[in-house]
């Protein structure tokens, strides 16, 4: 299984990035997606997951009403729209998969991506 994330770069505060999730080497639509997110000395965050058809989805209070996920089934793909950056959104973002259904959408991911940078300057 592989996900690749890219999308990743330096940008202002107040604006925008799309990140993609590639996927592949697993029946993307039997698995839910999520976006998490890493500050250097921090741990890992949830960011935001989407169910394997899309019908739920679910956000950290900290990105809500900011970061949109959506998912292309006949990609393989899933997105993180990400709109009026601040300067605590900077950290690595990397997608997971999980099969599963326990765990909720924050936990009991089977597998994670490398992660793309995310830079916000003030």
């Known amino acids: 299984v592989q996900l690749q994330a890219c999308g990743g770069g330096l940008v202002q505060a107040g604006g925008s990035l799309r990140l993609s999730c590639a996927a592949s080497?697993?029946?993307?639509?039997?698995?839910?997606m999520g976006w998490f997110r890493q500050a250097p000395g921090t741990g890992r965050e949830f960011v935001a997951a989407?169910?394997?058809?899309?019908?739920?989805?679910y956000y950290a209070d900290s990105v809500k009403g900011r970061f949109t996920i959506s998912r292309d089934n006949t990609k393989n793909m899933v997105y993180l729209q990400m709109n009026s950056l601040k300067p605590e959104d900077t950290a690595t973002y990397s997608c997971?998969?999980?099969?599963?259904?326990?765990?909720?959408?924050?936990?009991?991911?089977?597998?994670w991506g490398q992660g793309t940078q995310v830079t916000v300057s003030s």
């Open positions: 997971a998969a999980k099969r599963t259904y326990a765990g909720g959408p924050r936990g009991a991911y089977d597998y």
């Open positions: 080497g697993l029946t993307f639509s039997w698995h839910d």
């Open positions: 989407i169910t394997r058809s899309g019908g739920s989805i």
